[in-house]
């Protein structure tokens, strides 16, 4: 087997995108991902977006592309296999966990599919004698809307008066999904990205913002909904159910379909989404190395 390391987006993004389009719904964050890295301007390569600091690797065997990774700075690992697992896929999964201890890179946390995932758990603990957590997920793939599906309220794109509560609002979002390195940042101008974007919605009930929910990726026809929150005090009214939809349709009324992944331990979160329509595609898992600081 054959270990490649990649230093240009565009050289990694040639190697595997079609074989990532072999399952674009269930590969929609990996192919996120490269498509910001191919698209950011050179004056706007910072933070994450810094393609010179991405770690970007393939293991190839006969030529053909087994196993492909991608970790941005100050998130875990994405992982992606070509093949259905088996003892080629692992001794692929061997290969690059020792490429990463060889060349001192720290991985916090891994997230991909179930199986891969768990492999590569195994195989980086069993290396580095340290313990690690597990999450399980599901993802889900909407063709369309159940028609039954009912909604309130006023929907609307986020705006500038909104940054005296979405940092707050999506802190708590990762503390609840356990992800780490997204911590409220003094320097505003992230959160006003997002809002510059014009793909984060609220949802507001007699004036006041009660959920929102963001459209995070659109490849060629997937989009992959992400921060859907609602806080606390306004659970349990169906404004979750609500923002979902409304980010989902418009998604579908352009032609895409959609994909979201939920928490395996919110019962009450996946039976919404299948309520509305949402089938399952796979099972995620995203996982956490004790201890560890990413060294990218």
Known sequence: MDFKLYKDVQEF??????????????????????????A??????????????????????SGNCVLAALMVPGDKLQLCAFEDFTNNTAQAVELLVKEL??????????????????AFAEAYADFTKIKYEVKEERSYLLNAINQS??????FRLAEKKDLSFIPYWREDFFAAHKTSGQNISEDLSGYEGMID????????????????????????N?????LIYTPPYFRNKGYGTAITAHISKICLDEGYICTLTADLSNPVSNSIYQKMGYRPLCDMVSITF???VNKL
């Open 13 to 38: 993004n040639n190697d595997i995108y079609s074989q990532l389009m072999r399952d674009e719904a269930a590969n929609i964050m990996f192919l996120g991902d490269l498509a910001v890295g191919l």
């Open 40 to 61: 950011v301007k050179e004056c706007a390569k910072q933070g994450w977006k810094d393609t010179s600091k991405w770690y970007m690797a393939t293991v190839k065997d």
């Open 101 to 118: 201890i060889n060349t001192d890179i720290s991985v916090e946390g891994v997230y991909t599919q179930a199986v891969l995932g768990l």
């Open 149 to 154: 599906t009912q909604t309130r309220g006023a």
């Open 197 to 220: 974007a014009e793909n984060l919605y609220m949802l507001e009930v007699d004036g006041v913002a009660v959920s929102m929910g963001r459209i995070d990726q659109r490849a060629e």
């Open 222 to 226: 997937v989009c992959g909904l992400g």
């Open 290 to 292: 004790e201890n560890i």
